[in-house]
């Protein structure tokens, strides 16, 4: 069974640090496509970051680049969020999500440019990230 647990949430200050922590567990970390992405009240999900394990390439939205850096842990099979230089408008819950390689998504093309929301399969419960002013 595919699962995802994320961690490491929490209330941080302007200009603070987090590291959230996604675990998984079901399957290995090379076999799928696996993102950060977060939604704020009323606002639509959106992505954070997406990482392709095997060869470490990420991207990451623009509303983050430079503030953020995700990485993993293929000992642990545990994907990172490193987030610096938070803002209030950082604050959402954030979640975890994969989907796995296969036939028509194929992990010798797949790019983590490939990083919407709505083509993950598997969902962690998320975690709630707060930037006060």
């Known amino acids: 069974e595919v699962q995802l647990v994320e961690s490491g949430g929490g209330l941080v200050q302007t200009g603070g640090s987090l590291r959230l922590s996604c675990a998984a567990s079901g399957f290995t970390l090379d076999a799928y496509a696996i993102g950060w992405f977060r939604q704020a009240p009323g606002k639509e999900r959106e992505e954070v970051s997406c990482?392709?394990?095997?060869?470490?390439?990420?991207n990451y939205a623009d509303s983050m680049k430079g503030r953020v850096t995700i990485s993993s842990d293929n000992a642990k099979n545990t994907v990172y969020l490193q987030m610096y230089s938070l803002k209030p408008e950082d604050t959402a819950i954030y979640y975890c999500?994969?989907?796995?390689?296969?036939?028509?998504?194929?992990?010798?093309?797949?790019?983590?440019?490939?990083?919407?929301?709505?083509?993950?399969?598997?969902w962690g419960q998320g975690t709630q990230v707060t930037v006060s002013s």
């Open positions: 999500a994969a989907v796995p390689f296969s036939k028509s998504r194929s992990s010798y093309f797949w790019t983590p440019t490939e990083c919407n929301y709505w083509d993950y399969d598997y």
């Open positions: 990482i392709k394990h095997s060869d470490g390439s990420a």
